[in-house]
């Protein structure tokens, strides 16, 4: 079962530098969001902000789920909430396996040869799930990782960071469909942040929400996504 995820007149700063000013968000429970927007609107702001990342500083407002107030709690803290956020550039962790990380995620309810399906299914070799997290990999090898471990944890709400950078088309229209039929199983929350539609077309989401100068300032269905690659943010 999926989240609220609400978001109410956040304001963030990040190297003492307001960001994101007043942004209101709803979330309900099972829907898929998409969140559109220029280059330094406060897109990848708002995903580092939620899980409390070192580095933004949320000066006023809430960040609630389920009712539950993030903003005074500590990351490990949300991640227990079964929130789980996939990075538009997943950092390289030498020492630390993509099996140890599901292991201290406290959120795997599955069994090994659950786990190892799941990688199979993926097209992901053994090895990988055994050496440093994300040590050596493209950028395509590393969201696919990410959307790995998504399917492993179930997460309540799932939010998505450009996973569309870095991947070639067969690989986004593949792991678009994994976190769609995810959503439609479990009715997992998805908040999924992008520049292009063609993203969109897999994931359906219920509403598209444009964020410009670190605030929402335009919503709608998907045809608002094919028309902003048309007209542009400025329109």
């Known amino acids: ?27 309900d429970k099972g829907q898929i969001h998409a969140i559109m927007g220029p280059n330094g609107s406060g897109k990848s702001t708002l995903a580092s902000s939620i899980m409390k990342k070192p580095g933004y500083e949320i000066v006023s407002g809430s960040i609630a789920v389920d009712g539950i107030e993030l903003t005074d709690k500590l990351p490990f803290e949300i991640a227990a909430l079964k929130m789980f956020v996939s990075s538009q550039y997943p950092l390289e962790v030498p020492g630390v396996t993509a099996l140890d990380l599901l292991d201290a995620s406290l959120m795997v309810e599955k069994s090994e040869d659950e786990i190892m399906n799941i990688a199979h299914s993926l097209s992901i070799q053994e090895n990988l799930l055994t050496r440093g997290l994300n040590v050596e ?39 678009s469909a994994r976190v ?11 908040v999924v942040i992008t520049h292009y539609s063609r993203i969109l077309e897999i994931l359906k989401p219920d509403k598209v929400h444009v964020l410009s100068k670190g605030k929402i300032t335009k919503s709608g269905d998907y045809e608002l996504a094919t028309s902003l690659e048309v007209t542009g943010y400025d329109k």
Not at 1 to 27: A, H, Q, R, Y
């Open 1 to 27: 079962m999926g989240s609220e995820l609400v978001i109410s007149n956040l304001n963030v700063n990040v190297t003492g530098k307001s960001v994101l000013s007043d942004l209101n968000l709803t979330v």
């Open 137 to 175: 990999l493209s950028g395509g090898e590393r969201k696919r990782l990410e959307i790995f471990q998504m399917l492993v944890m179930e997460p309540k709400i799932c939010i998505l960071d450009e996973l569309d950078s870095g991947l070639d088309v067969d690989a986004l229209e593949e792991l």
């Open 180 to 190: 769609y039929d995810l959503s439609h199983r479990t009715s997992m929350t998805v």
